[in-house]
C-alpha cells in the first residue's frame, strides 16, 4: 500500500497524483491566471484550491464525490496555472488522473456526459464512422431538419445544438495528399499530421498548411494510418483510449524519415509532444520530432516574394500552445513578416477563450462568460482578423464574433501565410 511521505497515511484513489500535489507551496501566484477563479472568486475554482482538494481525496480526508466531481469538470485544462506556478506542479497530469478517478468510478452522469463518452470512445477515433456522421449533420443542416427536431430535444441537447457549427463544403472536407514536394530547392522533408476534426471541420487549414510547407522549400509526406491523437479522451478521464490512440500514431509515423512532424492543431501538439508520459520507453523519439507549423515555418523563414494581406489581425494564443508547449513568439512572427499585414495587441491574448476542447458543449455558462471576457478585449481593437492556431479555438471565436457583433474574419495562421503566398504573381 502506497503511504504518504509526509506522515504515513495509506493513499487511496490518486495515489499517484500524491507526490505532484506536495509540491504546491499555496502561494496563489496561480490564482489571477485562472479563468475559472477569475469568473467565481471561488478558492475551489482555482488550481490552489484543485490541487489540496486531489490531496484530500489521495489522503482519505475529503471524499471522491460530488465536490472534486463537479471542480474537475469546471477546471478548463487549459494549463495557464502551469505557466504561472514557480513551483512547477505539473497541473495538466494532475488535472488527468483526477478526470480518470471520476471516469473509473462512474461518477459523471446524466445526458452531456454519456454523449461526451459515447462520442470520445466510439466515434471521433473512426475516421470513417467521423466522415458519415458530419455528411448526416451536414445533409440535416442543407435540408433544415436539424432545425426542424430541435423543439423535440431535451433541453440540454438543444443546448449543444446551437453550439454546433455549420459544416463545410464537402470540396473542403476531403483527406491530403500522401506526398508533396518542395517548390524550389528542398530544404528539408516533414510528416504532417492531420487530426480527426480538422479534415472535417478545417480542411482548408490542412491544405493551406501543406501549400506553405512546400511553398517554404519541405517535402510534405502524409502517412497513411494516422488518426486522432488521444487528447480529448486524455482529458476526459479515458486514459485507456488515449494510450491506443497514441500508439497508433507512434506506429504511423516514421521520426527517422523526417525532420519534423508537424502538428497545426495545438491541442493535438501538447498531446503528441507528451506522448512518451502516456507510453513510456516507447514514444520518445516521436515526441521529441513533434513541432507546431509555425516554430517550423518561423525557423526556416517564409518564401521572400510574398503577396499583401491588407489589414490588422489580433493573434490569439491557444492554452495549449502557449501553457503547455511554451510556444508564443513564432506565429507572431510570421503575422508581422506578410506584407500588408499589421499585428496589434489585444489586453487578453493568453487567456483561455472557453472553447478547451468539448467544454463550451459540457460547460456552456461558465464557456459563454469565459468567451464574452475574451470578445470584450477584442472588441476594444477591432481587428480585421483573429487568428489562432487550434481548432476548437477558431470555433468558439467564429461563434464570439457571431455573437458580439464582431466585423472580423477567424483564421488559422497559416491560411494569412498561405494568402500571401498566393498574392504572390500580384507583386
Ligand atoms: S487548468 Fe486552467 S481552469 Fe484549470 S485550474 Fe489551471 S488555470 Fe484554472
Ligand atoms: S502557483 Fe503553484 S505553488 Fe503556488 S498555489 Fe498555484 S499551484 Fe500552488
Known sequence: ???????????????????????????????????????????????????????????????????????????????????????????????EETRAAVADADLRTGIAARIERSALADLVPHPRRLHWAVNLLAGAQRLGLDRLVRPLMPQRLREMHALLPQIPPSSERGRLPAFTPAEGPTRGRVAVFEGCIMPEMFGRVNAATVRVLAASGFDVVVPQGQGCCGALQAHSGDATTARALASRNVAAFDPADVDAIVVNSAGCGAAMREADHVLPGEADDFARKVRDVSEVLAEAGLPRDLGRVEGTVCYDDPCHLIHAQGVSLPPRALLEAIPGLTLVAHDDPGGCCGAAGIYNLTQPEMSARILARKMDALSAVAPDFIASGNPGCLMQLSTGVAVHGLQAEVVHPVELIDRAIAARSAN
Not at 17 to 45: F, M
Open 1 to 95: 500500500m502506497t503511504t504518504s511521505p509526509e506522515n504515513g497515511t495509506p493513499l487511496g484513489v490518486l495515489a499517484a497524483a500524491y507526490e505532484s500535489t506536495l509540491d504546491c507551496v499555496h502561494c496563489g501566484l496561480c490564482l489571477t491566471a485562472c479563468p475559472t477563479y477569475r469568473e467565481t472568486g471561488r478558492e475551489t475554482s482555482s488550481p490552489r484550491g484543485r490541487i489540496y482538494l486531489m490531496r484530500g481525496v489521495a489522503e482519505g480526508r475529503i471524499p471522491l464525490g460530488e465536490t472534486i466531481v463537479e471542480e474537475a469538470a469546471l477546471c478548463l485544462g487549459c494549463r495557464a496555472c502551469e505557466t504561472a506556478c514557480p513551483a512547477g506542479v505539473p497541473y495538466g497530469a494532475l488535472l
